[in-house]
């Protein structure tokens, strides 16, 4: 099957063939129409999606009414950003390799195609909209959904803690690498470019350590590598990638945007989620039933040998490495995007009081 190169080879015939391949079309039906429509915009994604309408000649038994495309992006620039990093690639061996099976809600897919020789990527999607709503990072979420996330989160982690079968998925690259990878070549140039636009949402103790910050955090990684056991990580864990089902949805949470997966040490998702995803005063309220309710869903699933106090190590550690990795991802941004930079803003000064709160600086080497 021939992999569309963008929305105008999403026709009826290829949708067809797609959802054909699948199951998810009784034999004799056809896709007779589709209309597209964007979903998604000014959300930061370095892709193109659209939910598609779709109706049908013939039976299509329980073929799908709707479903969410997801295409590399048409901006030239970021399509060769995503693909240097294997970030399509990744969202479809994902969608082929695990999907389901990984341990936390995901949208069903439909079709996962993909030719990395041409570097062309197209997933089809379950459309979750009726039944619930996406989440949204800038406005936050309440305890009760952090609690959600959280504990989904660390079945997830519990269930390839320490795995043997990490080792064979070769696509999903160690966490610890892509962090040095940034700091080498990345964070040279981004630092002074993040602290002049985002600098003031900062505290005057964070601003400081910015600047210098690359060779503090290998070191530190150096540190956290030895100690800390892997599992996979979603590595972008924000409520923007999150589904939150309503009334009589059939799942709680779902977790979509599976481009920046990799085997990396646990604290890290949950540090993410819990420094840009709610406010200073309500991750000061809840921190310790957060983290503490995290913890309960790994020793229920059989998780030893790693103590409360290693979580909390880890979880402050995490934060400078988010700094870090946050400092080139700042830098990068489309300025032009009023919600992004808004956010961007938002994440900076949760941050940066989460590592105060924290003490987290007393934890960078030298």
């Not at 039906?29 to 429509?37: F, I, M, N, T």
């Not at 990984?102 to 570097?119: F, L, M, N, Q, S």
């Not at 089809?124 to 609690?147: F, K, N, Y």
Request: glycine letters at 10%.
């Amino acid at each position: 099957m021939n992999v569309p190169d963008g929305f105008d080879d999403v026709t009826p015939q290829w949708l067809t063939a797609a959802l054909g391949a699948g199951g998810h079309l009784s034999a004799g039906a056809r896709v007779a129409s589709v209309k597209g429509e964007r979903v998604g915009e000014g959300l930061g994604f370095v892709g193109e999606i659209r939910r598609l309408i779709l109706s049908y000649d013939g039976d299509g038994g329980g073929a799908p009414r709707s479903v969410i495309a997801k295409l590399p992006s048409a901006q030239k620039g970021s399509r060769a950003l995503a693909n240097l990093y294997g970030l399509y690639e990744r969202e479809w061996r994902f969608y082929n390799e695990l999907g389901r099976d990984v341990g936390i809600g995901t949208p069903r897919c439909y079709c996962a195609a993909g030719d990395a020789e041409k570097g062309r990527y197209a997933l089809l999607l379950e459309d979750l909209a009726a039944t619930g709503r996406i989440g949204d990072q800038l406005a936050g979420c309440s305890e009760a959904e952090a609690l959600l996330a959280v504990r989904e989160l660390a079945g997830m982690h519990a269930a390839w803690w320490s795995s043997p079968r990490l080792d064979s998925f070769d696509w999903m690259p160690l966490g610890a690498d892509l962090v040095r990878a940034a700091m080498a070549f990345a964070y040279p140039n981004a630092w002074p470019v993040a602290l002049d636009l985002f600098g003031k949402h900062t505290s005057p103790e964070v601003r400081a350590v910015i600047p210098g910050l690359a060779p503090r955090l290998v070191r530190l990684m150096e540190v956290i590598v030895a100690e800390a056991p892997l599992t996979i990580l979603h590595g972008d864990y924000r409520l923007d990638n999150m589904f939150f089902g309503e009334g009589a949805a059939h799942r709680r949470l779902a977790v979509f945007d599976w481009q920046s997966p990799n085997r990396g040490w646990a604290a890290y998702d949950l540090a993410y989620f819990m420094a840009g995803n709610v406010t200073a005063q309500q991750r000061r309220a809840s921190e310790e039933e957060v983290l503490d309710a995290y913890y309960r869903v790994l020793a229920g699933a059989g998780v030893r040998g790693y103590s409360k106090d290693q979580l909390w190590l880890d979880y402050r550690r995490s934060m400078l490495v988010y700094l870090g990795i946050f400092t080139v991802s700042g830098a990068t941004l489309d300025f032009s995007n009023e919600r992004a930079m808004a956010l961007t803003g938002a994440i900076f000064s949760r941050l940066s009081d989460a590592i105060m709160d924290l003490g987290a600086l007393d934890l960078l080497p030298a």
